[in-house]
């Protein structure tokens, strides 16, 4: 009777163990047994909503094991030609990066195609004729985000009858965003003959440029100016101080819809110095480096994913700060 107990005893705590042995990891953040190297070039650090860009991916390719090559292209587009060609050099398993303009890289791209190395584009979309360079493009919806802005805008005004002069503050020429958030934004104002942009000019997503395009456009347009579209939010800040040292009221004497959604249009919103900000979320990391494990491991993923956002007005930025991740 006693063999027969001990015998019990060991072969429940032998099974005890070999279940321990074989746990799979839960969370998915475990290094894979083979680590994968990641070249990312990464346009510059023009805004807040770039910093968090970055931030997101380098610490997601931490969390997931993965190796990561970052190089900052510093707005250039030769640098991140160079960056690419370097990963290739380097043999990576996966190129990711995200585009200055859209045009322009179909020669480095098939570069990496005959290398073998697999491309996805994160961000901002290219311009190509052969989409068998990439794998996959990972975007926000630009086109969308300035139709959402331009609805914001044209409800908000829906009882103006009067003539609404409008001055926009474009990113960067040849951009994706610059271009899509621009024609979105036209598409819908069209449709309201009385608001009409009279003044758009180029300020890089920069909050300093942002604060210098202002301030000519004050100097050019004064007190005509009723609404400043701002394709981020970097810009629309830059450009609040330059309405306040000109000495009017901004969110107040000129209405602000700019695109982001980062904490510092929601600190402006709450201060009543901006309306409306539509959302682009940067925090794109884990979906890339899942992307990227799929693509190692010969998963097809699909061709185009959409991040999604929201609109926000400033009557609701107080309750929605605390949520803000970037
Ligand atoms: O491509 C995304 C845009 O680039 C963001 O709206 C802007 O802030 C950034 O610099």
């Given at each position: 009777m006693k063999r027969?107990?001990?015998?019990?005893?060991?072969?429940?705590?032998?099974?005890?163990?070999?279940?321990?042995?074989?746990?799979?990891?839960?969370?998915?953040?475990?290094?894979?047994?083979?680590?994968?190297?990641?070249?990312?070039s990464q346009l510059g650090a023009e805004s807040d909503w770039r910093t968090a860009n970055s931030e997101s991916i380098k610490t997601a390719a931490r969390d997931a094991g993965i190796q990561l090559m970052f190089s900052d292209?510093?707005?250039?587009?030769?640098?991140?030609i160079k960056a690419i060609r370097s990963f290739i050099a380097n043999q990576v398993d996966v190129i990711a990066f995200s585009p200055l303009v859209e045009s322009g890289w179909d020669t480095v791209l098939k570069e990496a195609k005959d290398a073998g190395i697999p491309v996805i584009i994160t961000d901002r979309a290219i311009k190509t004729e052969d989409d068998s360079l990439y794998v996959a493009l990972m975007c926000s919806d630009f086109r969308e985000e300035g139709k959402k802005a331009g609805k914001w805008l044209v409800e908000k005004l829906q009882e103006t009858k009067r003539d609404i002069n409008v001055v926009e503050l474009q990113g960067n020429m040849g951009s994706s965003p610059t271009i899509l958030r621009k024609e979105g934004f036209e598409?819908?104002?069209?449709?309201?003959?009385?608001?009409?942009?009279?003044?758009?000019?180029c300020?890089?997503?920069m909050k300093s440029k942002g604060y210098e395009a202002m301030e000519e456009l004050l100097k050019l347009e004064g007190d005509k100016i009723d609404v400043l579209y701002a394709h981020n939010d970097d810009m629309a800040i830059g450009a609040i101080k330059a309405i306040e040292e000109y000495g009017l009221k901004p969110g107040k004497?000129?209405?602000?819809?700019?695109?982001?959604?980062?904490?510092?249009?929601?600190?402006?919103?709450?201060?009543?110095?901006?309306?409306?900000?539509?959302?682009?979320?940067p925090l794109l990391g884990p979906m890339l480096m899942q992307a990227v494990r799929d693509v190692v491991a010969g998963i097809a993923i699909p061709k185009r994913i959409i991040i999604p956002g929201s609109v926000f007005p400033e009557e609701v930025a107080a309750q929605e700060l605390e949520n803000r991740k970037y």
């Open positions: 027969l107990l001990l015998f019990v005893i060991l072969s429940t705590t032998l099974l005890f163990l070999t279940t321990c042995e074989k746990k799979e990891p839960v969370s998915g953040n475990e290094p894979y047994p083979e680590s994968i190297v990641l070249g990312f292209g510093q707005q250039k587009q030769e640098n991140q598409e819908i104002i069209k449709e309201r003959p009385n608001i009409q942009i009279i003044q758009s000019v300020a890089d997503f004497d000129i209405i602000i819809v700019s695109i982001d959604a980062n904490r510092g249009a929601f600190e402006k919103m709450i201060e009543g110095k901006l309306n409306c900000t539509v959302e682009c979320n």
